[in-house]
């Protein structure tokens, strides 16, 4: 019996890098106006940037449905395969209760399923080490243990670059959000307990950027750091920047960049960076 991994399109890996490791992946959806395009299969990272660029009003997102899970689950427990899924946050998505309830209706206990309380780049840390050890040939119960202890240790800390979606999707009035833009202000978000908070406020992006290392640096002290995520949103130069800054200053032993796909990018916008690790 074979353990399979899955997770959904939030985790932002690319589709090579999921087949080339053997992760499983559904798919939510996004919507602009009424056309519904499946994330990462019918529309590409850039396709998405653009196309909400010239939109007025932001696009919409749907969670994968229960049916969807029950296939997928179906499909690995007839192969001999248990099944660990570890899906975006609970309070972000109803992705999560889906795969809940997908799994009761087919009665199984070779499926178990995690709520990572976050997403994007910092969903993807947490597979990809699963999937590690998964290859080292660790046990379901070392697996679990393993992922929790991620889960509970798992920072994201992402900076806006424009506060233009906030505006769109009604969490800031235009005269914020032209204040703001007066100022410089990239807010810095970051995922607590499983919902998206406003962490600092800086003044321009290189003070955007040095606090998000110096968190880096209290999370980590001078202890050499095995993973560290590196996210962007459309502009890969920006995410190249502060792959030297994190160089320069840690002891890292791989830097991973991500780019923010169309269910997370909906929300933060194009231009957004960030960084993810384990505390």
Known sequence: MGIKLVTDSTCDLSLDLLNQKGIGMLPLKVLFGEKEYVDKIDISTKAFYEKMRESEQLPTTSQVNPGEFYDYFEKELSNGNQVIGIFLSSELSGTFRSASIAKNMLASDDIFILDSKTTSFSLALIILKIQTLIDQGKSMDELLQTANDLIDRAQLYGMLDTLENLKKGGRLSS?????????????????????????????????????????????????AIEYVAVAFGGDESKADQLVTLLKERFQIQEIIKIELGSVVGTHTGEGVIGIAYFK
């Not at 908070?197 to 002290?221: E, P, V």
């Open 175 to 223: 005269g914020a959000a032209m204040i703001g833009k007066m100022l410089n202000l990239k807010p810095i978000i970051e995922v607590v307990d499983g919902s998206v908070n406003i962490a600092y406020k800086a003044r321009g992006s290189a003070k955007g950027s040095k606090w998000m290392l110096d968190q880096l640096d209290k999370d980590c002290g001078n202890t």
